[in-house]
T-cell receptor, first 115, second 112 residues
Framework: ETGVTQSPTHLIKTRGQQVTLRCSSQ?????VSWYQQALGQGPQFIFQ???????GRGNFPPRFSGLQFPNYSSELNVNALELDDSALYLC??????????????FGEGSRLTVL | DAKTTQPTSMDCAEGRAANLPCNHS???????VYWYRQIHSQGPQYIIH???NNETNEMASLIITEDRKSSTLILPHATLRDTAVYYC?????????????FGAGTRLAVHP
């Protein structure tokens, strides 16, 4: 059973550019969530995808968008990068979208630096 | 906004029990308490969760007070590898999805 894998592990972009981060879910999981973790802070929820549809979103602007594919892998896209977008971006997968059940399995993250 | 309060940091001697407290005074009746930890430069790792009753697994025990306003995570025999940031999280259900609201966590340092 493979775990959650993310790519790339590190990348550097400049302000105004666009970035795409990728995530492969753990086998058998159909739900993917994305989190942003700024240095020294806890992760903040960006959005969640279930069966290729976004079904929940945190307090992030529309320039943060995502996709989930039929094989349940996912992408996070960020347009018009700002300096404050520098963070560790975490992907987490789960086998259920149910009330208060199911643990999340996190990947190692993609560390984005915006210059 | 985070709905839990944890101490910023704690120390523990190797081999001793580590008891990490968490306050969640505004928890709703159908919200679970989750504990995750994050070792430096890694993604968060699930430890345990519970609703009302005390829970135990191979990693830890979770003690929830009767009024559910606070809980304690217990690592029975801490090792150096347990040094990490520990997050106490109240699971929120809203609009048909489940999101975890992380606070700042407790930085646990286990020393020899």
């Amino acid at each position: 059973e493979t775990g959650v894998t993310q790519s790339p592990t590190h990348l550097i972009k400049t302000r105004g550019q666009q970035v795409t981060l990728r995530c492969s879910s753990q086998s058998g999981h159909n739900t993917v969530s994305w989190y942003q973790q700024a240095l020294g802070q806890g992760p903040q929820f960006i959005f969640q995808y279930y069966r290729e549809e976004e079904n929940g979103r945190g307090n992030f602007p529309p320039r943060f968008s995502g996709l989930q594919f039929p094989n349940y892998s996912s992408e996070l896209n960020v347009n018009a990068l700002e300096l404050d977008d520098s963070a560790l971006y975490l992907c987490a997968s789960s086998s259920r979208v149910t009330l208060n059940t199911g643990e999340l399995f996190f990947g190692e993250g993609s560390r984005l630096t915006v210059l | 906004d985070a709905k839990t309060t944890q101490p910023t940091s704690m120390d523990c001697a190797e081999g001793r029990a580590a008891n990490l407290p968490c306050n969640h005074s505004t928890i709703s009746g159908n919200e679970y308490v989750y504990w995750y930890r994050q070792i430096h430069s890694q993604g968060p790792q699930y430890i345990i969760h519970g609703l009302k009753n005390n829970e135990t697994n191979e990693m830890a025990s979770l003690i929830i007070t009767e009024d559910r306003k606070s809980s304690t995570l217990i690592l029975p025999h801490a090792t150096l590898r347990d040094t990490a940031v520990y997050y106490c999280i109240v699971s929120v259900f809203s609009g048909g999805y489940n999101k975890l609201i992380f606070g700042a966590g407790t930085r646990l340092a286990v020393h020899p």
